[in-house]
Every structure is written in C-alpha cells, then in structure tokens.
C-alpha cells in the first residue's frame, strides 16, 4: 500500500484540523502502514509519584493509531477511535520523552486497526502496549 501523506502534510493538516495538540506530538518518521511519534514529556503529563500519567500515553497511543491512518487514507478528518486496550509494563522514566511505535495491522475501507509500543527514550523494553480500532466515516 502506498503512503498517502508524509510527515510534513500529516503535521502541517493536524495543524489545521486538531490545533489543540500542536506541540505535544512529533512525528518522526512515516512508512507502509507504520508510524513513529515522539511525546516530548513536561510536567503537566507527570502524575504524582513523578511517572508519566496512563492518559497521557494514551493519548500518545491514540494520536499515533491517527496519524498512521491519515498517512495510508489521507486526509480522515473524521476517523474516530471506536476501541482502544492497553497495558501498562513498565514505569516510564519522568521527564524522558516518550516514543510510540505504531504498525497498522488492517486498514480497511471502514476499520483500521493498530498496535503500539511506547517507550521512554533511550529505554529498550516498552513502557506499554496499545491496541486501538479507527472507523473511517462512509464516503
């Protein structure tokens, strides 16, 4: 499957549709059905006992799933998130930016379906593990 949009339109279209999270994700790198995105971590992500907070990953996550799907769809400004699963494995390391590998597992005309792996930069071993579904609104 061809990539639709590279990291400079995914960017500059979030941007545009989704300006509440400009700045909080960097998107580094776009292949074939896969993603890489970097959360630089301040201290509004932290939580007490000075982790990173589950909703913040999480959003790492979900915003991740997205950006995959607009790189193979291109401009989805309405896909949604419709499931989500995650594991928390590990505690990230605070003040660390995180970094989510994202692989599309289907991306269908209605469903997409995505894996992530986050870690703590600089981290072998992955902090957590998601599982999310997009739907794609009918044309």
Not at 33 to 39: E, I, K, L
Not at 50 to 60: R, Y
Request: net charge negative.
């Amino acid at each position: 499957m061809n990539v639709a949009m590279q990291v400079d339109e995914i960017a500059a279209y979030l941007d545009e549709v989704f300006p509440q999270v400009r700045g909080d994700f960097v998107i580094e790198a776009v292949a074939d059905r896969a993603v890489r995105v970097r959360m630089p971590v301040a201290e509004r992500h932290l939580r007490p006992g000075g982790t990173v907070s589950g909703p913040a990953m999480f959003a790492l996550a979900d915003v991740s799933v997205y950006i995959a799907v607009l790189a193979m769809k291109g401009r989805e400004a309405l896909a949604v998130t419709t499931g989500g699963s995650f594991d928390f494995m590990r505690k990230p390391v605070a003040g660390v930016d995180l970094i989510c590998e994202c692989r599309l597992l289907k991306i269908g005309r209605v469903l997409a379906v995505g894996d992530c792996l986050i870690y703590s930069d600089g981290m072998e071993e992955p902090v957590a593990r998601a599982s999310m579904t997009y739907s794609m609104p009918p044309k």
